[in-house]
């Protein structure tokens, strides 16, 4: 009797839930069914991440091959292919332009700025010249900025006339003697190219005044949106 009194006491199993309802996800503690929407944008998100990380393995790659092309073929190396170019202001022939491209490639470099710099103080000098004829009254006030342009012109043109002389001299003792001409390229490199880029740097203060001047948006929001068309073109 007693024993048939606890079998009766005994709480009845519940039947388990048929397939289809409640059935809980894998992980899921309480059963209860998955979420669409978050495995949607735990999805989403998984490509997202996919799609940024490729993105920048892209962008690093990119950047790696143009810094190790810079590197290998920037100014200065004798990787780059001598291209003939026309100095108007460097008073060197062909045959010593290539042979400071080969010889002395940072001072080669510096020539060519040395060019575009002329070529800027030559345009500016013409500018205000222009206006000083245009306003005679004033031309004084044109005539004195002239001559600050013209002296910055002529001390550049000094600085580098005094390292073609160098130039030359060593371009004919290398086609005399290759080896006393080499020894004398290795004595002198270091010392040409410092003087040219002193002399660049002075001159480069007082250009840069012009593309400050060149940058600065005029007044007035019809003039800085053309102004900027302008920049982008």
Do not use: C
């Amino acid at each position: 009797m007693l024993e048939f009194l606890k079998k009766k006491n005994k709480k009845t199993p519940e039947p388990p839930n048929p397939p289809g309802e409640n059935a809980g996800a894998p992980g899921d503690k309480e059963g209860n069914a998955p979420d669409n929407a978050s495995v949607k944008k735990k999805k989403r998100f998984s490509i997202k991440k996919l799609i940024f990380m490729v993105l920048v393995l892209t962008a690093a790659d990119t950047a790696g091959f143009f810094a190790y092309t810079w590197y290998f073929s920037g100014p200065g190396t004798h990787s780059r292919t001598y291209k003939p170019m026309v100095l108007a202001h460097v008073n060197l022939p062909p045959e010593m332009l290539k042979f400071s491209f080969e010889h002395f490639p940072d001072l080669y470099d510096a020539l060519i700025v040395f060019n575009g710099q002329i070529d800027i103080y030559d345009s500016e000098i013409q500018r205000i010249q222009a206006i000083g004829e245009q306003y005679p009254e004033q031309n004084k006030i044109a005539q004195s900025q002239k001559k600050i342009w013209v002296n910055g012109k002529n001390k550049l043109l000094k600085a580098f006339a005094k390292l073609e002389k160098p130039v030359k001299e060593t371009f004919v003792l290398f086609q005399v003697n290759p080896a006393k001409g080499l020894v004398q390229v290795e004595a002198s490199a270091k010392d040409l190219t410092t003087s040219g880029q002193t002399a660049l740097t002075v001159s480069r203060e007082q250009t840069a005044q012009l593309n400050a001047s060149a940058d600065t948006p005029p007044e007035g929001m019809v003039q800085t949106i053309l102004f900027k068309i302008k920049k982008i073109f």
